[in-house]
Every structure is written in C-alpha cells, then in structure tokens.
C-alpha cells in the first residue's frame, strides 16, 4: 500500500536506529502522545531497538481509554432503553462501564450498531424515523470534525430522531497537565500526527516554549516514528525546544481550515474528566447551544448511577505514562481483554492491550526471545 | 423529550448487576476461534465430556476400532458446523464450504475422506431456489472430493430463529497404517510452513458483510486439500502435524500447536504469503490478518532437513502454489508464538481476543 | 491515536450535496466524504479516518525521507560525519 509500506522497511529502520545510537550521548523519556503510535511501537518491537538510554512512556491518547466512566455509564444507560438504536465505533463496544458493556447489553437485546463512519448513523436516522439513533462521538480533534459535519447533516435534514452523545478530547491540555505534574518525567513528546491533519501545530510552540520541551508532530509507521525520535534527540542534546513536523506529508502548520470551522460551529470547549487520570480544565469539546436538541445528554435523561472503579486497575498511571502495563499487578491475570479490569485493556490502542496482545507477561519471559 | 431509562436498564442488567469480570452469556467472541473460544472448550465443554481423544483437540478424532481395521489402522472422525453470513459469498457458499471444511479436518490429520453427513437448520422464508443452490453446490463438492453423502436431516425453525440456513456436516475417513500425525508431536528445529495466501477466506466475507469493494474480485479459497495433503504424506510420512488455520486464522493454529507440544513457534512476518488487497483490507479494517480464517489453506509442520523438499512438492500442486517457509519450532519460550516484524523487532501472536471488532479510532 | 490511512481518490461525486469520493486504498475501495478536501484531484492521495478525508498527501515531502536517509549512504561511503 502506498506511503505506508515503504515506511516499514526494515533497511530503513536499522538505517535511523544507527542514527539514534550514534547521536543520543546520554538517557532520554520521551512520550509518543497517541495510542496509535504506541500500538505501532509495540507491534513492531520499536523499543527494543533502541539504545538502552531512551525510554518511550505511553501517552493517553487514546480516546477510548479516556472517556470517563460516567459517560460510559450514561451510554449504557441510552443503549439500554428500547426505542434507541445506538451507534458506536467498535472500539468502545467492549469498554466496561461500572456495571456492564455495550457489547453485554447487545447480548442481552439492545440494539448496538457498529458504525465505521459517523455519517452511517446519520442514514439510520433518516431510514429509521420511528426510532431515536444515537451516535457516541468520542475521539480526539481528528474525529471532531467528523462528529460536527454528522450533527449538522442532521441538523438540516430535520432529522428530528437524531442526537449525539458527545466526549471528544483536546491533547494540548493533556499534554499541559502531564507535564505541570510534580512527578512528570517526560523530556519530550511525539507529537499526535493526525491531530495535527486537523488542527495544525501552532498549540504546541506555546507548550514547547513555556516548558522548554521538544515536540515532534509524528506520524504512525515504524520509519515515522523512528525519523520522529532521531529529531527529538537531536533537539535533546542540543537543548532545543522547538515544534518540528516530522509528518510532513500529512501535517501543515495551519492544519485544515474548513474541518477546524465547522468544529468551532458546532462544538465549543469544556472541562472534561478522563478516565484514571482527572478532570482537565477546557479539554473537551461539547455541543454549542444552538445544537442542544441534538444532545443526547439532555434528551435521555439518567439517574444518578454510582460510577465506580476497581481498586487494583492502574489505567491512570499508564496513561500518564509513570508505569508500564506489565508493572500492574492484575495485568494478564484478573485483567485480560476478555476480561478488562480498565479501558487501556480493552481499547485496541490501549497500552495495556497492545502488552498483551504482542508482549503478555512482563518483560523477563520475552526478553530472551527478542534478544535471540 | 427526555425519557427515563432507569427501569430498561435494570432490566437488561437482570435482578441481579452482572459481575462484569465474567460473562454470564454466550456472546459473539465465543465463536470467533480465539481466546474466548478455547475457553468456552475447555471449561465449559470438556469437564462435561471428559474423554481422552476429545481432550486431544486435534482436528479430527483417530480412532482405533474394535477388532481392527484391515489394511488401514485407524478411522478418523470430525463434525463441524457452518453458520456463515451472507451464505452465498464471492468464492463460495455454505454448502461447498461446509463440506470442504469436514474434508479438510479430515485431510490434515491424513485421513483419506471417504463419507459424510449433513444435518440443514433451515429458517422458515428461506427461498427454495437458495436451498437448491446450496445443496447442487454440496452436491459436486462431493463428488469432486471422492466422498459420498450417506446421511442427512433437516429442520426447520420460525422466521428470526435462525440466519437462513445452519449445516453441520461429520465425516468418516481412513488413516493409513503407520501414519500418527498430532500437534502434539513438533520439535525444537522443526520448520513451519503454508500452502499458501491468508486470510483470504475472512477477508471475502467481511468485504461482503461490510460493503467492501474490490478493484479486482476477492474470493474466499474455500477448497479441499485431501489431494495436496495426499501428495505431501506420500512424499514426507515424517510430517508432524498439519492444521487448516480456519476461524481465528494462523494465529490460533499456531498457538495451539505451541502449548500442546510445549514448544516455542518463531515466524517472520516477510515471509507470511498475503495477497495485497487482501492486506489493504486488513489495514482499513484494523485487523490482524494473522486472525483471518482461510478455508483452503492449511499449516504443516516438517523435520528441518524435510523442509524444502517437501516445500517443492506443495509449490507443484495447484492448492499450493505459493507455498512458504514461515518458522520454526524452537525451545526457548514454551507456548509462545513470537514473530519478527516487517520493522526487524519483535511481538508476540496472541490468540484473538473476543470478537474482531474493527479498530477504528 | 486515530486510524487514518493514505488512499488514491479515483472519483468525485455529490450524494445528497455533500461531496463524496470513491477512494483507492491499495486494492480496497471505500466510499469517503471529501468535504473537508474540496480541492482534491482524482488521483491525488488522502488520509482517510472514520470515512472522512482530512487533508490530501504531500507527495514531495512524502519522499523526502527516503532521500534524506540515501544522501546519509552516501555520505557514509564518503567517510563524511552527518550533518
């Protein structure tokens, strides 16, 4: 497939990995913010690669593993009653609310759709009149602009059956608090690379220069992440905090203007909660008033549930990137993906799902085989 | 509006909240191949049934018959059930498909296949002329294969009681003296190798299930391998095993193979054969192709110094043609499958976990 | 964090006004809304996410890594230090 094939040949990777080894004088932490770009790390064995001194922390970018327990409540909720068709992506089908998951509810009846694209519950709507379609808009801003042109098709078509139950996320504030942190670790960042499709980069210089930390707008394949790492260390050992666009094929510095209006139109940002690790002042996006009747939050009405979490999940912590997942003590034991104690176990971005799909037990099991 | 949903909610809950680290019903992820599957085996349906050759799990039970069976040792017996959704699919249907498929478990464990029978579960509305497609299908499936039909049932359930048409064929077969392949028995050293392409037979039907084009048509492989595997035995009788990576793909057979022969499973990712359309889906999809079933494909594993010979012979068979080396049987890392990335590092395959809901986000 | 990949838009059309395109990814075609790429040429590459096309491939920049990671070759038979 073109412009993703070449960028996983091995030549290639070996080619930046010497340049890594050759130009890193001392130990890095840097953090790859998107869960994409952690998947593809653990998928093709990237940190093993490097030289012992940098170490890759998880970011909580993934969408899924962040979006707060009471708004999973309140999704369950709305699935459950019997007039609603409720549409999701599949990722979020398995995330355990505090009592159930989607997918359970659709065992026990409840109509859950699959959706690959937000405009397909925009057709159920306009084929199903007689039932109320509702469609779970997570996602960082790459999907904001595909929930808003969905909310306004709606909107105009007087699809009156039709309404959003809404939980995107920002990453600048994210990346804000993590490194406000009194304990945070992170030297640099790979930045979120189809974020920035959408929103450009200019967000991050004033992270870069008030923290004095290096950001890399990175892309998701193995040469991207690696020519992302070898700039970040280059600006690392020359003290540099700058922005650089490492995917520039995709990225440019004022991102793409049209999908940034329409979310300014339709959206407007607020405190959100994410899951494990705080409520984050401004770093969501809700609905505007003049979309109000196409709030699902408003429109389904929830009693008060009592959100919990178990104990022993560290979901927080990875998502800050303080622990790994083979350092929680119920990872691959009472937490697997069959049975997900949290959200990064269940998300296939998750950090805790991309360990156990292609690492599992700790590293000691694995280590001779990736050192063979 | 605003409505209440309090009450559907506990409903749906039950009397009493589910603990959620267990599930208390069959859902789709059961019969995906992966995980959830082997679990639903081994905890629910073998302490049940408890007996020597089921626990086995090979593809095909080898039985031994009382008084003996002249000129052959032993008879070989499967059952599977076919389910597939839409039942006619680019390639194929469910009925060519269901006997390829109790042929083909047959034919790995070097069973000459020789009768079948079939049980229909047919949903009231299903239109005749369908049924008569599926069953002419069946019909020359059979005697393509040599087999003889000698059995059969049908049912029929209310409408919305059954996906159109369920068929569960169970065949018979022979397995010649001397002949004793098993996962049970690879071997640090042994090579691993693929008759050909992946997940091509998963690939077909999602595109169909999930309104996914092709540029060029993309067909399920669905076909029996008896005569490669016929071909193969006769010249390599020192083949280990084989299994026909069906639902949960290559990942499942290999992990399979890993823990009941206690052995480590090395693979290289550039040497696995994909066709690319088939990859692009993957892609799109969010999937491991190492989860896609293929249906007329199968896995053998081979003594190293057997290797390319018996390489040779696959690559001159029409169900073989793209035959390749994937790995190795190695001891370090018992019950583990670790594979070489395209990138150089390394990752684990897992057994698919659930259902293979598509990433999207 | 949000699966979005590259793919050949090979035509253009309108469904209910809203801009539509048949896109090319490797042998898979999938219909996307080009909505937020008006601009965009039949043959040109997309990143597509969630069935929505987010900005069109830089096809120069593109292949500008490869080409930096050769001069490095070449730099290195020279027996030159990195730049």
Redesign the interface.
Known sequence: MKYIAEYRQASLVERLVELIRAEATQSWTVMEVCGGQTHAIVRYGLDHLLPEGIELVHGPGCPVCVTPLETLDRAHAIAALPNVTFCSFGDMLRVPGSRTDLLQLKARGADVRIIYSPLDAVKLAAAQPDREVVLFAIGFETTAPTSALAIQLAQRGGLRNFSALVSHVLVPPAMTAILESPDNRVQGFLGPGHVCTVMGYTEYEAIAKRFQTPIVITGFEPVDLLEGLLCLVRQLESRRAEVENQYRRAVQREGNPRARQLVETVFEACDRAWRGVGTIPRSGLRLRESYAELDAERRFKVERMASSEPAVCISGSVLRGQRKPCECPAFGRECTPETPLGATMVSSEGACAAYYAYRREGQTTLGQAFRA | ??????R??S????SC??P????E?????HGSGG??TA?LIERLFLPELANPLLAAQEDQANLAWPGGLSGAARLAFSTDAYVVRPPFFPGGDIGSLAVHGTVNDLAVGGARPLYLSAAFILEEGLLLADLQRIVASMGRACAACGVTLVAADTKVVDRGKGDQVYITTSGIGLIPDGLNLSIHKAQPGDKLLVSGTLGDHGVAIL?VR?G?????ALDSDSAPLHDLTRVMLEACPTIRCMRDPTRGGLASALNELALASHV?I?IRE?TLPVR??V???C??L?LDVLHVASEGKLMAVVPPAEADRLLDVMRCHPLGRESAVIGEVVA??PG?V?ME????????V?RL???Q????? | MCLGIPGKVVATYSENDVLMGKVDFGGVLQKVCLEYVPQVQAGEYVIVHVGFALNIVDEAEAQRVFDYLRQMDQLDELGAPPP
């Not at chain 2, 509006?1 to 309090?6: A, F, K, Q, R, Y």
């Not at chain 2, 809901?357 to 986000?361: A, E, T, V, Y």
């Open positions: 509006m605003t409505m209440s949903v309090g559907s909610f409903a749906l809950l039950g909240p589910l959620w680290s267990r599930y019903h069959i859902v789709l992820g995980q959830l679990e595109s999930e996914l084009e092709f540029e060029a480590g090395q550039r690319p359309a990859r692009a889906a892609e799109m969010g370090e890392h583990t670790v990335s395209l990138a150089g590092g390394k990752r684990i897992a976990s659930g259902e809901l598509p990433r999207i986000c």
